[in-house]
């Protein structure tokens, strides 16, 4: 098959892959972007039913476009899916869907690279992976594989009915276990929950969504993390309209409240003594979003309704006080583990210098030290907003900024190029002799 030649090739056709296209096509920057399966296709498959958007329909969106329905909802996992495809459509993005990318390498001797797909060879000046962090699921070493208890990543729950029969283990206390280990106890389940260390804001206070709390505070464009602060969970949710997240609330419908799962032997596993630390650090986190939101009402002056009860923390439940550390699979009657422990990145295809030794990307706000190699989608890149949709759009233009000055770089290189071969041409002796040719030939070196 021929090869291919465009500008940039984009890897991957989710909100990253989305945002990078518009941009590129407002530069007038030729590319293709690249995606192994459907649109938007993690939002379909890899999420369990129930899911929503963990942000409000007005504030998680490209500017492009709004979300259907209620500024103020919260958009299920399918209408997020269409609202993509709608966009691709209203952006005409070159999307080609069914292609796999098997391998990215630097072409020998001269600019650009060789992509190797599943339908043929692309050659590109630069290749933006915009692949996201959701790619391999995290399941810790924890229980052996062959323990008689269920395993799945929460990439594979879907619903209660699809696990088997009794108790479940949810290990993770971010947005994905809370709201899944809270779908399974409404359904009737004896849940187990174990929490790490963790953030929970207020999904609202005196009448707004964090997110705009967030956003007036400074919040999201908050470059690094706090130190220590590196595997520490948000755990809030959209689920049923939105609502903050409040574990003692879930212990005193039910739901049991266990630590950092930590090892496991003959059907039992072990808790880490770290239960009240990392509630007691949820809710400081909740305490110090509120300090700071009624001290930005009191600056600046807004008229908004005080909201005390934000600030109660019930009584601690018994699991708080006294704390499981162990519990024994078989006793209890618990037959699945929900592990909803993250995500690891897969960048195998991309055989280029651009990671460290950990396998990592190497970068700067997306910039790779590879020339021509870039990432977009990534936790942080930017900013605190860069994993939200809205937050992807914006690294999207920074780096179709960046791909559009190279381009100028190149074009004056290639436009100097080209009146120093018209000079050449235009200096060389014009004769259809090729004696008179070869001695004109000769005499210009001697003069030289």
């Known amino acids: 098959m021929p090869i291919e030649e465009v500008d940039t090739v984009v890897v991957g056709a989710g909100q990253a892959g989305l945002a990078m296209s518009e941009h590129l096509s407002a ?24 899911l929503v958007a963990n942000g409000p329909a007005w504030h998680d969106r490209f500017p492009g476009m709004e979300f259907p329905g209620h500024r103020d909802s919260f958009p299920s996992k399918e209408v997020v899916a269409d609202y993509f495809v709608s966009y691709a459509e209203m952006i005409a993005a070159p999307v080609r869907c069914g292609v796999d990318v098997t391998s990215v390498c630097r072409l020998e001797g001269r ?14 000046n630069n290749v933006v992976a915009a692949t996201g962090p959701f790619q391999i699921p995290l399941i810790p070493d924890v229980i052996p594989k062959d323990a008689r208890v269920t395993q799945i990543h929460s990439n594979e729950y879907r619903n209660p009915a699809q696990l088997p029969d009794g108790g479940v283990l949810v290990v993770g206390a971010g947005s994905s276990g809370g709201q899944i280990a809270d779908e399974l106890l409404r359904a009737g ?9 963790h953030e929970r804001p207020p999904r609202s206070y005196r ?59 003959d059907s039992k596993v072990t808790f880490a003594n770290d239960l009240r630390e990392n509630v007691a650090m949820g809710d400081q986190s909740l305490i110090s ?15 908004l309704p005080e909201e005390p009860e934000a600030r109660i923390i019930p009584p601690d ?31 195998s295809w991309l055989k280029v210098d651009a990671f460290d030794p950990a396998g990592k990307p190497r970068h700067q706000r997306g910039i790779s030290r590879e020339p021509g190699i870039f990432f977009l989608g990534l936790p942080w890149q930017s900013r605190r907003g860069s994993a939200f949709i809205w937050g992807v759009w914006h690294d999207a233009k920074y780096l179709a900024d960046r791909i559009s000055t190279q381009r100028r770089y190149r074009d004056y290189h290639n436009e100097r190029a080209g009146e120093i071969d018209r000079g050449k041409a235009a200096a060389a002796p014009r004769t259809s002799n090729p004696a008179i040719a070869e001695y004109c030939g000769i005499e210009n070196k001697r003069k030289s």
């Open 111 to 124: 600019a650009g690279f060789r992509v190797e797909t599943s339908v043929g060879t692309f050659e590109a």
């Open 289 to 303: 979003l509120l300090d700071e939101a009624d001290d930005y009402v009191k600056r600046t002056g807004l008229e």
């Open 189 to 197: 389940r004896a849940v187990y929950l174990s929490v790490g260390p």
């Open 317 to 347: 439940p018994e699991c708080l006080t006294d704390p499981l550390r162990e519990l024994d699979f078989r006793a209890a009657g618990v037959n699945t583990v929900i592990w909803a422990t993250g995500y690891s990145s897969d960048y």
């Open 207 to 265: 009448g707004y969504d964090f997110c705009w709390w967030l956003g007036v505070l400074g919040k999201w464009d908050i470059e690094t993390k706090t130190r220590g602060t590196e595997h520490v969970t948000i755990s809030v949710s959209g689920a049923r309209g939105g609502y903050t997240v409040d574990f003692r609330r879930l212990a005193e419908e039910g739901m049991m409240l266990v630590g950092s799962t930590k090892s496991y032997s």
């Open 27 to 50: 530069a007038g920057i030729a590319h293709v972007v690249l995606e192994r399966h459907r649109i938007a296709e993690r939002w379909r498959t890899a999420r369990w039913d129930s």
